[in-house]
């Protein structure tokens, strides 16, 4: 844009001393004098629409290729979530994760509440601890009634591709990191995968892909990643405004 001004500024400059000389150059030449004009005319308007249409295409690329790579960190979540659940940690190899993803299967539980003698308080009143005519206490019998393959979670999705950009041409992969955060007595796994702005916008004006590795705004993604989970805290969460995530649940 400043390139762009001062362009605009020397074209206006050439253009007055071009009025205030115009008597002064022979008519003969007048016809050259118009094309020149018509030229520098024509340059400028290339100019102001190119600079108007380049930030433009690129809002509408990067929002693009910023859903695509968010809908790809979504999907490692929920693998990772699902490997959690059934394993108690998550995994950093994304080849693991997509076999734990094909073979693994989810428990499918059914609770439901009962009575039964409290035997524990019979006994501190001096009653016989199975006395059927005692104390009775509220409890849940948690019932395991069959299992659900993860594997329906992620149809049509091949989980070892999900750290290849589906960008083309896009360099680099997404990194995928674990680690164990200390929460008071516990040590508590935590996950974090990181896209690169630098790759998602390699081919993008430099100028316009530098402002956006410097974005800090509510609808923008923060710096210059995007990412999912943390290794300092126990988060599972995502940098990315809502706008981006559209099938986040």
């Known amino acids: 844009?400043?390139?762009?001004?001062?362009?605009?500024?020397?074209?206006?400059?050439?253009?007055?001393?071009l009025a205030v000389f115009i008597n002064k150059i022979p008519k003969k030449l007048h016809p050259v004098l118009i094309v020149v004009l018509l030229a520098v005319s024509g340059f400028f308007a290339y100019k102001l629409y190119k600079s108007i249409e380049e930030p433009v295409k690129f809002e509408a690329a990067k929002e693009e290729r910023y859903r695509k790579v968010v809908a790809q960190l979504i999907l490692i979540r929920e693998a990772q979530n699902a490997h959690k659940t059934i394993t108690g940690g998550y995994s950093d190899d994304i080849n693991k994760l997509a076999i734990f993803v094909d073979t693994a299967r989810f428990a499918i539980l059914e609770k439901r509440d009962s009575t039964v003698i409290d035997e524990e308080r019979n006994i501190k009143f001096r009653l016989?601890?199975?006395?059927?005519?005692?104390?009775?206490?509220?409890?849940?019998?948690?019932?395991?009634?069959?299992?659900?393959?993860?594997?329906?979670?992620?149809?049509?999705?091949?989980?070892?591709?999900?750290?290849?950009?589906?960008?083309?041409?896009?360099?680099?992969?997404?990194?995928?990191?674990?680690?164990?955060?200390?929460?008071?007595?516990?040590?508590?796994?935590?996950?974090?995968?990181?896209a690169q702005k630098t790759d998602i916008l390699f081919d993008q004006p430099e100028r316009l892909a530098k402002d956006e590795l410097e974005a800090?705004?509510?609808?923008?993604?923060?710096?210059?990643?995007?990412?999912?989970?943390?290794?300092?805290?126990?988060?599972?969460?995502?940098?990315?405004?809502?706008?981006?995530?559209?099938?986040?649940?």
């Open 1 to 17: 844009m400043f390139n762009l001004i001062i362009a605009f500024v020397l074209g206006l400059i050439v253009l007055v001393l």
């Open 128 to 194: 016989r601890a199975d006395d059927p005519n005692g104390y009775k206490k509220e409890i849940t019998i948690t019932d395991t009634i069959g299992f659900q393959p993860v594997k329906d979670m992620f149809k049509n999705v091949d989980v070892s591709q999900l750290l290849t950009y589906t960008i083309k041409g896009a360099p680099g992969s997404i990194e995928l990191k674990i680690d164990v955060v200390i929460d008071k007595e516990n040590r508590v796994p935590v996950f974090r995968a990181v």
């Open 216 to 249: 800090k705004s509510v609808e923008s993604i923060d710096g210059p990643t995007i990412f999912v989970g943390s290794l300092d805290e126990i988060t599972t969460s995502g940098n990315w405004p809502s706008k981006y995530a559209i099938n986040e649940k």
